[in-house]
């Protein structure tokens, strides 16, 4: 087997694999520190979360930000749609000067003030009137404070059964997320590696496009995750400042 290319940057997902909710992951401010001090380029994923992260004494530039959201504005730019937005009050700045009145779209993320029968219903009879599905992510769940909780995945699914569509996916665990993530960084897949709590959507999804995968067993993480998929991620370990251990060491 060929051998790879050296490691030229590192994707970390936010929610569950740098922090809980208000709680940092223990070691992870430090960890983080010690990587952005190697010679690699980094990527974090979740941009409404960036304000929370500095409160939780994290240094992370705007600029380092990749996000779905994004990548969903572009789409709704360029079909020239106005959306009903099932997306959270903090990820609608967004979608500023995007016209959502008389919708013709339908854009889901995660959104737990609106899965509720009304609203979903009213999602449902847009996409019976041929209203596009696209969907910001498709994660079955995520960790919270009081333990799992469902994602946008499940009510997405919900919609694509009930009305016979497809939704497009923005997010993880699509190639294009990851190839999206790379533009800009000079950077091939065989370059790069994904940290995540996700062995499906982060881990899967970015050793399918070419990357190496390492899954930390904090955040949404249940045991034997990493049997889950085929191959099995490159590397499994307790956290985030174990992730970035491993790297420091083998990787660069």
Same mark, same amino acid.
């Given at each position: 087997?060929?051998?790879?290319?050296?490691?030229?940057?590192?994707?970390?997902?936010?929610?569950?694999?740098?922090?809980?909710?208000?709680?940092?992951?223990?070691?992870?401010?430090?960890?983080?520190?010690?990587?952005?001090?190697?010679?690699?380029?980094?990527?974090?994923?979740?941009?409404?979360?960036?304000?929370?992260?500095?409160?939780?004494?994290?240094?992370?530039?705007?600029?380092?930000?990749?996000?779905?959201?994004?990548?969903?504005?572009?789409?709704?730019?360029?079909?020239?749609?106005?959306?009903?937005?099932?997306?959270?009050?903090?990820? $609608?700045?967004?979608?500023? +000067?995007?016209?959502?009145?008389?919708?013709? =779209? #339908?854009? &889901? %993320?995660?959104?737990?003030?609106?899965?509720?029968?009304?609203?979903?219903?009213?999602?449902?009879?847009?996409?019976?009137?041929?209203?596009?599905?696209?969907?910001?992510?498709?994660?079955?769940?995520?960790?919270?404070?009081?333990?799992?909780?469902?994602?946008?995945?499940?009510?997405?699914?919900?919609?694509?059964?009930?009305?016979?569509?497809?939704?497009?996916?923005?997010?993880?665990?699509?190639?294009?997320?990851? $190839?999206?993530?790379?533009? +800009?960084?000079?950077?091939?897949?065989?370059? =790069? #590696?994904? &940290? %995540?709590?996700?062995?499906?959507?982060?881990?899967?999804?970015?050793?399918?496009?070419?990357?190496?995968?390492?899954?930390?067993?904090?955040?949404?993480?249940?045991?034997?995750?990493?049997?889950?998929?085929?191959?099995?991620?490159?590397?499994?370990?307790?956290?985030?400042?174990?992730?970035?251990?491993?790297?420091?060491?083998?990787?660069?």
């Amino acid at each position: 087997m060929a051998a790879r290319r050296a490691l030229e940057a590192v994707l970390v997902d936010l929610s569950g694999t740098l922090h809980i909710e208000d709680a940092a992951v223990p070691g992870a401010q430090e960890a983080l520190k010690r990587l952005c001090g190697a010679s690699v380029i980094i990527r974090f994923s979740k941009q409404h979360l960036l304000e929370r992260l500095r409160k939780l004494e994290f240094v992370i530039s705007e600029n380092e930000i990749f996000t779905s959201l994004t990548a969903a504005r572009s789409l709704l730019e360029q079909k020239q749609v106005r959306p009903m937005l099932l997306v959270d009050d903090r990820a $609608l700045p967004d979608f500023k +000067g995007i016209q959502t009145s008389d919708p013709n =779209a #339908v854009v &889901i %993320g995660l959104a737990p003030e609106h899965f509720h029968y009304q609203i979903l219903n009213q999602a449902f009879r847009l996409l019976l009137d041929g209203a596009p599905l696209i969907a910001i992510h498709k994660a079955r769940y995520y960790k919270r404070k009081d333990g799992l909780a469902l994602g946008p995945g499940p009510f997405v699914t919900a919609l694509e059964y009930a009305t016979d569509t497809k939704a497009t996916v923005m997010g993880k665990p699509e190639k294009t997320f990851f $190839l999206e993530a790379l533009r +800009g960084t000079g950077c091939e897949p065989e370059e =790069a #590696v994904m &940290i %995540g709590d996700d062995c499906r959507d982060d881990v899967g999804g970015a050793q399918d496009v070419g990357m190496l995968g390492i899954l930390v067993k904090t955040g949404k993480y249940r045991a034997s995750d990493e049997e889950k998929i085929k191959p099995p991620p490159y590397f499994t370990c307790e956290s985030f400042p174990h992730a970035v251990d491993h790297i420091l060491q083998h990787l660069l």
